[in-house]
């Protein structure tokens, strides 16, 4: 008969095997996305920077300073996007991995959470490409200087592009975490809205630290994860209150 150790050893091993068949299916997803989609690779890249090419003056057109560059930019890019696309699938193989050792109160929080992690992190990247991108394009390339030919390179625009997708991303998913924090009592919604002017300061500092040296662009992302914070208080609020009366 097995010992304690000797199964709690399996158990272990088992957990092991578990995560490491979900790890290989997870970039099993991003490698298939990629190969399906690496032949619209171009096309991709056209569309990611269509907002700048629309905003740069008459007979004028993007650059590429590396001759490697036309190739591998695009090739780049489709790398992030497939793991894009894969993301939902990636995120199912996660909560099939915790879902076992969670309780039934912290299945029904998970599930709307994961759900709502994806969206808005998809929101953010569409509220970048689509809103943001044609504004400060715009912006840059009017106040240039007389005499000054603006032709950016492929792979800077690609560098500054995939750091604001990220960052915007990663701010959307706001009130996610707010939520979490008051929902596991580590923080009451009171005490979140009493220090509202820090978490302004804050936003503005993020913005600063992660975005284009601009206070244009800089607010364009502050504003948001203000409202953001907000939200996140508000739908903590309301959990809290449901809680209670249901207990």
């Known amino acids: 008969m097995a010992s304690a150790e000797e199964a709690k050893e399996l158990t272990l091993i088992d957990h092991l095997v578990e995560l490491r068949d979900r790890l290989l299916k997870s970039l099993a997803a991003i490698v298939l996305c990629f190969v399906a989609l690496i032949a619209f690779s ?58 076992p050792g969670l309780y039934k109160n912290e299945k029904v929080i998970a599930i709307p959470l994961f759900v709502s992690s ?15 991108f044609g504004i400060v394009f715009a912006f840059f390339i009017s106040v240039a200087p007389e005499g000054i030919q603006v032709a950016p390179d492929i792979n800077s625009f690609l560098s500054f592009a995939l750091t604001i997708f990220l960052a915007f991303g990663v701010t ?33 500092v993020v913005a600063m630290l992660i975005t284009p040296p601009d206070p244009f662009t800089q607010s364009l992302l502050a504003i948001p994860m203000w409202a953001l914070f907000e939200l996140g208080v508000l739908a903590g609020r309301m959990a809290k209150k449901r809680s209670e009366e249901t207990e």
């Open 42 to 99: 171009a096309e991709i890249y056209t569309y990611v920077a269509e907002p700048l090419v629309s905003a740069l003056p008459e007979n004028t057109s993007m650059i590429a300073i590396d001759p490697t560059a036309p190739f591998f930019a695009p090739f780049k890019l489709t790398f992030y996007v497939a793991f894009l696309v894969a993301a939902p699938y990636i995120l199912y193989q996660v909560w099939s991995f915790i879902a």
């Open 118 to 132: 994806v969206i808005l992190f998809y929101s953010g990247i569409a509220f970048a490409r689509y809103l943001l």
């Open 172 to 204: 959307f998913e706001i009130p996610v975490a707010v939520f979490l924090l008051i929902w596991a009592g580590i923080m009451e919604p009171e005490d979140l809205a009493s220090k509202r002017p820090y978490i302004i300061v804050g936003c503005f």
